[in-house]
C-alpha cells in the first residue's frame, strides 16, 4: 500500500523568500509517480508539479522545483520567491494501483500562508 | 479545450436522502475519477470510471454508486446520506486509466444535516 506524509500542518513565510514544503512516501513499486497539487479556498486541485520515480533529474516547473531524494523516499517542494497568491493548502500525492485503477493517495497537506 | 466541470457547486441535503453529483471531462478524456474530501483532510479516492464501466474501488460502502456516460461524462450517487458524507466531492478525468495525469474539477460540496 501506498502512503504519504506531510508533517507541516501550516507554514507561514514572509513574501518573496523561498519555502520548503515537505513530503514522505513509502512505497513497495518500484515504479511509481509523485505529484504535488495546490488547492486554494474555491476547492480546486491545481496541478503543480510531477516526478517519476526513474526521473533522472529533479522536475521544475517555473517558481516550482521537486527536491526528489529517492534513497529518504522524500519529495519536498520548493517555491521560490514566494507570492501572496501562493497562499493556500498543497498536497503531495503518489500514483498508486487498485484493481487496475491509476488513483492518487494524498497526504493531509501543508496550509501556506505568505505574509506581506 | 474545456477543463473539467461539476454541477452542482453546492448542496445541502438531509440524512437519509439520496443526492446525484455530475463531473463532464475535460475534452478527449475517457476516464474519470472521483475523491472524497473531509474538511482539513486530504482527498480519498472513491472509484473510476473507464469507458462507461468502474475500474477499481476505494474503501467507500456500496451506497455509492457511479455512471459514466458515452461522451464520458459521469454521476456520482449517494444513497442513504449520512452526517459523515458532508465533504468536498472532486472529480478528475484523465486521458487514459493507466499513467494519465488527472485534471480536477472545483468540485462539489455536499452538507448533509
Known amino acids: 500500500a501506498q502512503k504519504i506524509t506531510q508533517t507541516q500542518p501550516g507554514m507561514f513565510v514572509q513574501e518573496k523568500e523561498a519555502v520548503t514544503l515537505d513530503c514522505t512516501y513509502d512505497t513497495s513499486d518500484p515504479s511509481y509517480g509523485l505529484f504535488w497539487y495546490k488547492q486554494p479556498s474555491s476547492g480546486e486541485m491545481i496541478f503543480l508539479i510531477y516526478q517519476g520515480s526513474y526521473d533522472q533529474q529533479n522536475a521544475t516547473e517555473g517558481r516550482y522545483s521537486l527536491n526528489f531524494q529517492k534513497a529518504r523516499k522524500s519529495a519536498n517542494l520548493v517555491i521560490s520567491a514566494s507570492q501572496l497568491g501562493d497562499s493556500a493548502m498543497y498536497f503531495c500525492a503518489m500514483r498508486g494501483l487498485i484493481q487496475g485503477a491509476q488513483k492518487l493517495v494524498f497526504g493531509q497537506g501543508t496550509r501556506l500562508t505568505i505574509n506581506p | 479545450e474545456t477543463g473539467v466541470t461539476q454541477s452542482p457547486t453546492h448542496l445541502i441535503k438531509t440524512r437519509g436522502q439520496q443526492v446525484t453529483l455530475r463531473c463532464s471531462s475535460q475534452?478527449?478524456?475517457?476516464?474519470v475519477s472521483w475523491y472524497q474530501q473531509a474538511l482539513g483532510q486530504g482527498p480519498q479516492f472513491i472509484f473510476q470510471y473507464y469507458r462507461e464501466e468502474e475500474n477499481g474501488r476505494g474503501n467507500f460502502p456500496p451506497r455509492f454508486s457511479g455512471l459514466q456516460f458515452p461522451n464520458y461524462s459521469s454521476e456520482l450517487n449517494v444513497n442513504a446520506l449520512e452526517l459523515d458524507d458532508s465533504a468536498l466531492y472532486l472529480c478528475?478525468?484523465?486521458?487514459?486509466?493507466?499513467?494519465?495525469?488527472?485534471?480536477f474539477g472545483p468540485g462539489t460540496r455536499l452538507t448533509v444535516t
Open positions: 475534452s478527449g478524456h475517457n476516464t
Open positions: 478528475a478525468s484523465s486521458l487514459v486509466a493507466g499513467a494519465g495525469e488527472q485534471y
